[in-house]
Each structure stands twice: as C-alpha cells, then as structure tokens.
C-alpha cells in the first residue's frame, strides 16, 4: 500500500554527500519511507541528463516518518561548498510548503529583505513556484507551492 503524502509547513533539507547512500542509511536508521514519486535525480532535470554522475545524484527526496512530518536529503552541490554557500554544519536549510502563492510570495519577499535571494521565486519544470533565500540571520529557506495548471506560479494569479 502507498503513503499518502502530507505536506508540511516545515521541512528539514539536509544537504549531504553520497546522498543515495545517506538515503538508505536514514531509512533505516528512522523506519522512514522514501516517497519516490518525490525523488529527482539530477538526470531529471532538463538539460543536466549528460552531466557525469548525474543518475546518482540526488536534487530532491522525501522521506516520511509515520506521524506524515518529513525530512527532505539532497547531494551538497561541490560549487556550493566553494563559494561558502554550504560546509558541514550549516547544510540544513528549512524547506517552506505552501498551498496560496501570495502567502509564499509575501513570506518570501519579507525574508529577502536585508537577506541574499539565492535563487527567484519562479515557476519551475516540476510544476510549482520555489524559491530559495538566506535571510540576514544566515538561515536559508527553500519556498516551494505546488499549483494547479491554470494558475500562473510566480505572480499568484490565474493564468
């Protein structure tokens, strides 16, 4: 029988190395089920499909404990550990799930404020608005509102 997602309004993205191993380890270690519906590779995202590794690196999972919260692991990016956007320690950012894109597009633009956007607020190929933004006390936040076709993702108005 399949989980029955739950969204959540907080959820931790741990970025790691060798993230399918780590995957498998925090499974096991926390009784977890990964919803792989959730999980994209790196070879899923247009354009990326030839990039060495890429069919095992992890962009995106979820793992589900029972009670529906959920821990979100990912590859930690090399550059981003070049350009001091990640090192071991701060590499959890709190993913943010909405279901209104005004509610999101305030939050975002608030946290902006005296912060670094790390990546806009726009629409993306797996279908809803994300963005991502360290805000001025260092904490980065991942926005992402899954939406229905007929409303224009970044902006929150019908299409």
Known sequence: ????????????????ENSLEAIAF???????????ERTMLLSQVPGM?????AERTVVYSKLQFTDGSALGV???????KADGEHVIGNNI???LVYEDLAEQRVAFDKLAR???????????F?????????????VIWET???????????????A
Not at 126 to 138: H, I
């Open 1 to 16: 029988m399949a989980t029955k997602e739950i969204y959540d309004r907080f959820v931790p993205l741990l970025y790691v």
């Open 26 to 36: 925090y499974t096991d270690a926390f009784a977890l089920t990964e919803l792989t």
């Open 49 to 53: 499909e030839q990039v060495p590794g």
């Open 74 to 80: 990912a590859e930690l990016a090399s550059d981003s």
């Open 93 to 95: 950012h709190i993913g």
């Open 114 to 124: 005296e912060g670094k956007v790390l990546e806009e607020l726009e629409d993306r």
């Open 126 to 138: 797996w279908g809803a608005a994300y963005g991502a933004v360290r805000d001025k006390y260092g």
């Open 144 to 158: 992402n509102c899954y939406l229905t076709p007929s409303e224009d993702h970044a902006s929150g108005t019908p």
